[in-house]
């Protein structure tokens, strides 16, 4: 009996060997050779910056058109170019960009009201609300600079992240990580960005932060039209818009709660 028992479940083994070889070569499809090709120039980071899950799902999706030739933000033009010509096609100009933290309410600055002593992440603290006045605010716990892939980010003494810009490559994880949405990308040349994203104006942003933006539209009617726009009580600035950086300088030294950040931009009086 056990001498059949083998012969049997090796014979059905034989049979499923088979037919699973069989169903490999019938329904094999051939890779695209031209994916290879693309992950040996890729960085191979993985960051999902380009909005893949990882390198070789993004490089499967550039040869289906899924994703753009220049879609790896880690890898800027140069990776961009290479893809290009792998693909026999135009790359579109890289515009790089880096990380900034949209938020000024430090521990001087932001009023709080609850000492928190839960989990500390700012996922977290989040779903019970935060503890500063600001719902708005950063959260000062660290997921932006956990989630970061290249050390390019840490916790400040005055509880908000640091982007280190040398290092920060534009792949949005802290983006992706931050609860309050503080965290966004602008472009590496940007000479400034704002420093908050409550939607709030006025007396209510005052009462929990001096920092923060209350909505007076001053710096949209005193730059160029069309450089900056207020979306409800928040201005925009349209980068593609501004031919001269200089041009948003009244944008800063107007600001009555000072919310512009400088980046790149010499000689503001503020």
């Known amino acids: 009996m056990i001498l059949i028992s083998i012969l049997v479940l090796g014979g059905l083994g034989l049979v499923f060997g088979l037919f699973l070889t069989f169903s490999a070569k019938k329904f094999h ?25 990882g390198c070789e799902p993004f490089a499967e999706g550039v040869v289906a058109g899924k994703y753009p030739v220049n879609g790896c933000v880690v890898g800027g033009q140069e990776v961009a170019d290479k893809i290009a010509a792998i693909l026999g096609v135009e790359a579109a100009a890289v515009v790089p960009k880096v990380a900034v933290v949209q938020c000024l309410g430090d521990r001087e600055t932001a009023k709080r009201f609850a000492e928190y002593t839960g989990i500390k992440t700012c996922k977290a603290l989040d779903l019970i609300g935060g503890d500063k006045g600001c719902v708005y605010g950063c959260l000062g716990l660290g997921d932006c600079v956990e989630a970061c892939l290249f050390d390019a980010m840490y ?47 006025g007396k209510d ?66």
């Open 29 to 53: 499809v051939e890779r695209d050779p031209r994916i290879e090709k693309i992950l040996e120039v890729l960085p191979m980071a993985n960051c999902g910056g380009c909005g893949a899950p």
């Open 155 to 201: 916790m400040g003494e005055n509880g908000l992240p640091v982007v280190i810009e040398d290092k920060c490559t534009g792949c949005g994880e802290c983006v992706r990580a931050c609860p309050r949405g503080i965290m966004a990308l602008v472009p590496k040349d940007a000479p400034i960005y704002l420093g908050c994203v409550s939607p709030e104006r």
């Open 205 to 270: 942003v005052s009462d929990v932060c001096s920092r923060g933006c209350i909505g007076c539209s001053l710096c949209a009617r005193v730059v160029p039209e069309g450089n900056i726009t207020m979306e409800g009580y928040l201005p925009v600035i349209h980068y593609e818009n501004v031919k001269n950086p200089e041009d948003l300088k009244p944008a800063v030294e107007r600001c009555p709660t000072k919310t512009f950040v400088v980046r790149n931009l010499e000689n503001v009086n503020v």
